[in-house]
């Protein structure tokens, strides 16, 4: 079957860094997909991993190793309004999104 | 970037009555349309997956008798949800597949703003 595997919660302190890790198994792969959702709005666009290795954008960093089938987004210098749920999302072979069941970040001040 | 805009953005309607829900891509033909249902503190459940001028492709559970899916033009598909009942009380999310004319461009997906329905 397939499986998108991400952490529950995670708590972090503004202005530190957070990693949440995606790890996933499914049919094919045509990309990763990281996702923001805040409470009660539709989700928003953060980033997309095709090939191995890094991919930076401002404050947000998002990494992938098809191999271990492996991902993370890396958040850097938090602010409270990064507290929302970070959706890790593969495309699989069909084209179809598989979802992960969201990582719930904290930010303490 | 690429838009798409929901409509209603929230309803409440009485037991046993339809509601039909707009999604529309503003500014980009969408060949494929996604239908999510995503309940309190859950992720996202894809219902559906609508191309335009054909029938929808729904997922293992979802009865496509009473989500009637339309996607009669290339920016524009509709959800009716009919008979609703409370269970149906939920949050609804459409999202639209570019392929490739912008932005991040290649199969992202976008969202719209959801549609909150609660049936009393």
């Known amino acids: 079957g397939q499986n998108i595997d991400q952490p529950t919660e995670m708590t972090a302190t503004e202005g530190a860094i957070v990693q949440i890790n995606c790890t996933y198994q499914?049919?094919?792969?045509?990309?990763l997909f990281w996702y923001q959702q805040h409470a009660g709005e539709a989700p928003t666009f953060l980033s997309y991993?095709?090939l191995d290795g890094l991919e930076e954008k401002g404050r947000f960093s998002s990494f992938l190793s098809r191999s271990k089938g492996y991902s993370y987004l890396l958040l850097k210098e938090l602010q409270m309004k990064d507290s929302a749920s970070y959706l890790c999302?593969?495309?699989?072979?069909?084209?179809?999104?598989?979802w992960g069941a969201g990582t719930k970040l904290i930010i303490k001040p | 970037g690429a838009v798409v805009s929901q409509h209603p953005s929230w309803v409440i309607c009485k037991s046993g009555t339809s509601v039909k829900i707009e999604c529309r891509s503003l500014?980009?033909?969408?060949?494929?349309m996604f239908w999510y249902r995503q309940f309190p503190k859950q992720s996202l459940m894809l219902m559906a997956t609508?191309?335009?001028?054909?029938?929808?492709?729904?997922e293992q559970g979802v009865e496509k008798d009473k989500f009637l899916i339309n996607h009669a033009s290339l920016t524009l598909s509709t959800l009716t949800v009919t008979s609703a009942h409370p269970e149906d009380s939920s949050f609804y999310i459409c999202?639209?597949?570019?392929f490739g004319t912008g932005g991040q461009g290649i199969y992202e997906q976008y969202f719209g703003p959801g549609t909150r329905l609660t049936v009393t």
């Open positions: 999202s639209a597949r570019d």
């Open positions: 500014d980009f033909q969408a060949t494929t």
């Open positions: 609508s191309n335009e001028g054909s029938k929808a492709t729904y």
């Open positions: 499914t049919s094919g792969f045509n990309g």
């Open positions: 991993n095709v």
């Open positions: 999302a593969v495309m699989d072979s069909n084209y179809q999104l598989i």
